[in-house]
C-alpha cells in the first residue's frame, strides 16, 4: 500500500492580537478640560463605587488637585476624603528627546 503523500501546509502564523488597555472605570485621568466635568465625573463614581483615583500629569497636576478639593469641600458636604496620594516621575519619548514627566494620583473616598 502506497501512502498518498499530503501536499505541505505552510505554518500556522500566530494571530496579532491588539491588546487593548482599558482603565479601571474609578479611574480618571485629568486633561484639559473644565473642572466642573471631571469633578461631577468623580461624583458620579464615587456614588457607585465608593472610590476614585484622579491620575494626572505635567502642568495638569494642579488642576487634579483642584478637582480633589471641589469634591472633598464643595460638592461632597464632608461626605468624602482623601484617602491616599502618590506622586510621581515618568520618562516620555524615546532616544534623544527623553525627559522626566511628574505624576500625581490622589485617591477619593468616602469617609
Known sequence: MAEEAKPAQ?????EEVAVKKTAPPNHIYIGKKPLMTYAMSALIQ?????????????????RAVDVSQIIVK??????????????????????????????????????
Do not use: C, F, H, W
Not at 50 to 61: F, S, T, W
Not at 76 to 90: C, F, L, N, R, S
Open 10 to 14: 505552510p505554518e500556522e502564523q500566530p
Open 46 to 62: 464615587l456614588a457607585q463605587s465608593g472610590e476614585v483615583v484622579l491620575k494626572a500629569r505635567g502642568m495638569v497636576i494642579s
Open 74 to 111: 464643595r460638592l461632597g458636604q464632608g461626605a468624602y476624603e482623601i484617602k491616599d496620594v502618590k506622586i510621581d516621575t515618568e520618562q516620555v519619548g524615546s532616544g534623544d528627546t527623553v525627559r522626566n514627566v511628574s505624576t500625581i494620583e490622589i485617591v477619593v473616598g468616602r469617609k
